[in-house]
């Protein structure tokens, strides 16, 4: 069992940066697991942002983010982060942390077995 717990969210103007965080506490080791991130706007499914591979050694991103996001891992301290740059009104959404049992990092949602709450990132114009 993995518990997630996501936290660094909040409201910004478009232009500005948030670190999301992503505490998480597990009977097994935090490095077994691949972590992703992904996000639900109102009224819209929920779709991926990014993922990393459970040592770090890779990272995939959705196009819409890439470039202006960056996904990492301490396993050390059991905990991802998200850090998103120039954010744009359009990344406004609720922010999941999510991890699963993978060896590589993937953009497939149902791959994923435990989810956080979430966190709220609102982008102004």
């Known amino acids: 069992q993995v518990q997630l717990v996501e936290s660094g969210g909040g409201l910004v103007q478009a232009g500005d940066s948030l670190r999301l965080s992503c505490a998480t506490s597990s009977r097994r080791s935090f490095s077994n697991y691949a972590v992703g991130w992904f996000r639900q706007a109102p009224g819209k499914e929920r779709e991926f942002v990014a993922a990393?591979?459970?040592?770090?050694?890779?990272?995939l991103y959705a196009e819409s983010v890439k470039g202006r996001f960056t996904i990492s891992r301490d396993n050390a301290k059991n905990m991802a982060y998200l850090q998103m740059n120039s954010l744009k009104p359009e990344d406004t959404a609720l922010y999941y942390c999510?991890?699963?049992?993978?060896?590589?990092?993937?953009?497939?949602?149902?791959?994923?077995?435990?989810w956080g709450q979430g966190t709220q990132v609102t982008v102004s114009s």
């Open positions: 990393i591979r459970w040592n770090g050694g890779s990272t």
């Open positions: 999510a991890a699963g049992s993978l060896v590589t990092a993937t953009d497939e949602e149902r791959r994923y077995d435990y």
